[in-house]
């Protein structure tokens, strides 16, 4: 597609349930980050995929928080066993490389938990 | 850790007017990029101007320009003949020069600026 998107753009689960968080880059990005944001935190970045690795993970704000990636493209953040702090604006960026200085962003998925 | 820091919650300004949103950071490191990023209510995160901190040009973007102060830690954004779409959340953002492979990788942003343009 002609931008990053996200799905769904708003979803609203119970505490206890386990959510899919989905992003689509931009066709041929290499490099994809998620970002979250919050009221009480602002914005946090929590983890960058080159191709289908991620180096780091230790922005994740817990063990309840995964992510992955297939194929170079399309990556999922899963939160299990959802909590109320969970609520938050979650965000999609892609770049062409890791080392690209511009980083274009999704909608991204507002989650409410109950 | 770097850490960013935006002083104004929220800013209100007169169409056509000129407008200042303050942006301090912190950091050890001696190169960096530092980011505007402009977020209207459709939540996309759009860039708006971007400085490498090894150059001493402020940079430039149309009506928007950065009074990039390096010794002060200070990116301020400058936004001339202010417009209604101009309206949003204005968030300033910090990234590290060097590629690590993790999470140097990722912004670090302030907490945000809402700008509010009066006509």
């Known amino acids: 597609g002609a931008g990053v998107s996200q799905s769904p753009s708003n979803k609203v689960t119970e505490k206890g349930k386990d959510v899919e968080l989905r992003c689509d880059p931009i066709?041929?990005?290499?490099?994809l980050y998620w970002y979250r944001q919050s009221l009480g935190q602002g914005l946090e970045f929590l983890i960058y995929?080159?191709?289908?690795?991620?180096?780091?993970k230790s922005g994740l704000p817990s063990d309840r928080f995964s992510a992955e990636r297939t194929g170079g493209s399309v990556s999922t953040l899963t939160i299990q066993r959802t909590q109320q702090e969970d609520s938050a604006v979650y965000l999609c960026?892609?770049?062409?490389?890791?080392?690209?200085?511009?980083?274009?962003f999704g909608p991204g998925t507002r989650l409410t938990v109950l | 850790a770097q850490t960013v820091t935006q002083s104004q919650p929220e800013m209100s300004v007169q169409e056509a007017e000129t407008v200042t949103l303050s942006c301090t950071y912190d950091t050890s490191e001696s190169d960096y990029y530092l980011f505007w990023y402009k977020q209207p209510p459709s939540r996309q995160m759009i860039l708006v101007i971007r400085?490498?901190?090894?150059?001493?040009q402020n940079a430039t973007e149309n009506r928007f320009s950065v009074n990039f102060q390096k010794a002060a830690k200070s990116f301020s954004l400058k936004i001339s003949d202010s417009q209604l779409g101009d309206a949003a959340m204005y968030f300033c953002a910090y990234r590290s020069w060097t590629y690590s492979g993790g999470g140097a990788d990722g912004l670090t942003f302030g907490k945000g600026t809402h700008l509010i343009i009066q006509p």
């Open positions: 066709s041929g990005h290499t490099a």
């Open positions: 960026a892609s770049s062409s490389t890791s080392g690209s200085l511009k980083q274009f």
């Open positions: 400085q490498e901190a090894y150059k001493q």
């Open positions: 995929f080159q191709g289908n690795s991620a180096p780091d």
